[in-house]
């Protein structure tokens, strides 16, 4: 499928200022259901840019936020390099966690409100961002989310603090979920993994659960890490749930 991939809409965030979106959809009329894509810590790169291209041109409205907006000038791609790494890091640890959710709500807002968005929402998030998509999921618009190697939910220590309350709020997920993890993750180790999945099921989840013969990071089209067979295994898991669960 044709795909826009030009686009991007700045929209205000309570007590946030302005955050950019970078749209991804396709360049057919139409109404397709919306995703809400969250970035690794160093933003909209270009892989991730071709990771929103290639979930929009299967059907849907794909945007992406600025996750670091109040902190760097609107278009900032952070490196991955140690420079890079240090930053996003740094500034993963310096946003409170209210700003982040305040973040989802509004992207999710600008999402339905698209002239192309039918209304029908999911989230999708790699490393920092699959936490995200995970906490975006708690709002009740959200039907789906796509949840790829979440970094500190087992340790709650995302944001300013390092004390975020991700797995309490647990009971209040109602979206159907999928959670994948690479076994050999630093970020996330096995007693991490057992610990979400034991509370997933204390709180009755309605979720998917899949752990890989992978490194963090292995979506990612750049690096040593990326496993391309495993990229398009996961991204059928991922278009199976949301065809699923958008009806």
Known sequence: MILR??????????????????LFRPAIEGR???????????????????????????????????????????????????AGTDRGNALKFAKPVAAYDADAE?????????????GQLATFGVCLGGHLAYRAALDPRVTAAACFYATDVHSGTLGEGRNDDSLA????????????????????PFEGREIIRARLEAVGARYEWHEVNAQHAFL???GPRYDPALF?????????????ALR
């Open 5 to 22: 991939s030009d686009e991007s809409q700045d929209i205000a965030v309570a007590g946030g200022g302005t955050m950019r979106l970078h």
């Open 169 to 188: 709020r647990m009971v209040d997920l109602k979206a159907e979920t999928m959670f994948v993890w690479g076994r050999q993750d630093p970020h996330v």
């Open 106 to 118: 509004a992207g999710l807002t600008a999402l339905a409100d698209h002239p192309a968005c039918n």
């Open 32 to 82: 397709f259901p919306g995703v809400l894509l969250f970035s690794e810590i160093y933003q909209v790169t270009a892989p991730i840019r071709r990771l929103a291209a290639m979930l929009a041109g299967n059907g849907y409205v794909v945007a992406v936020p600025e996750v670091y907006h109040e902190y760097e000038p609107a278009g900032t791609v952070l490196a991955y390099d140690q």
């Open 220 to 222: 990612r089209d750049e």
């Open 232 to 244: 398009l295994q996961a991204i059928g898991w991922t278009l199976a749930l949301f065809q699923r």
